[in-house]
């Protein structure tokens, strides 16, 4: 009868022991995976803040013109320690506008005006902007179908006047690779694309 109880309270105590063995083990496993938790989280958010998206030449364009209306003849990204921004150039009568919009969030960031006495680029204007062969599309339209025959991002677009032909020149990059490509600045149409390599001895 002795050694009945004996192992019974032996066996309670085992029972007992495992008991808070196993209640500890959980804390820790808990524990761990709570931290686990906490460094996945912090990982996702730190990836979500390096993948923002920007906006595109189209909407750089859209902004700045609200700031400040007239013809856009260029757009360039700019990637600064300071930040990144478009470098969007407006043409307004004999006026040069330099309009810099945040590239993720279309701050306008800063307007300078400066007048402009050259006559060469009066028929970049607004009000000029129609001629025999048409009327200008958008450096934004010009960016779009540049885009759309050659993938990457759009890091510059420029209006530009050559032996009599108006065309818009629209840089994108991929990774390595730099094509610019000529477009129509009255149809869209893709007349020439460049192709140009890191990797080139040149």
Same mark, same amino acid.
């Given at each position: 009868m002795m050694k009945m109880k004996l192992w019974s309270t032996v066996t309670a105590a085992a029972v007992l022991l495992g008991g808070a063995y196993g209640i500890?083990? !959980?804390?820790?496993?808990?524990?761990?995976?709570?931290?686990?938790?906490?460094?996945?989280?912090?990982?996702?958010?730190?990836?979500?803040?390096?993948?923002?998206?920007?906006?595109?030449?189209?909407?750089?364009?859209?902004?700045?013109?609200?700031?400040?209306?007239?013809?856009? !003849?260029?757009?360039?990204?700019?990637?600064?320690?300071?930040?990144?921004?478009?470098? !969007?150039?407006?043409?307004?009568?004999?006026?040069?506008?330099?309009?810099? !919009?945040?590239?993720?969030?279309?701050?306008?960031?800063?307007?300078?005006?400066?007048?402009?006495?050259?006559?060469d680029d009066d028929h970049y204007s607004s009000s000029t902007a129609a001629s025999q062969n048409g009327t200008l599309i958008s450096a934004a339209k010009a960016a779009e179908a540049a885009a759309a025959s050659v993938k990457g991002t759009v890091t510059e677009v420029d209006l530009d006047r050559d032996d009599g032909s108006v065309i818009y020149e629209v840089k994108i990059r991929n990774g390595k690779v730099s094509t610019e490509v000529g477009v129509d600045a009255y149809t869209a149409k893709i007349l020439y694309t460049d192709v140009d390599s890191d990797d080139d001895d040149d």
């Open positions: 500890s083990g !959980v804390q820790n496993a808990d524990a761990a995976g709570g931290a686990g938790a906490g460094t996945g989280s912090a990982a996702s958010t730190a990836s979500t803040s390096q993948g923002k998206t920007l906006i595109g030449a189209g909407k750089a364009e859209a902004y700045a013109l609200k700031a400040a209306p007239g013809r856009v !003849v260029s757009i360039d990204l700019e990637k600064k320690l300071s930040g990144t921004y478009y470098e !969007v150039e407006i043409r307004s009568g004999n006026k040069e506008i330099d309009v810099r !919009v945040e590239a993720y969030s279309g701050k306008i960031l800063s307007v300078r005006k400066e007048t402009d006495d050259d006559d």
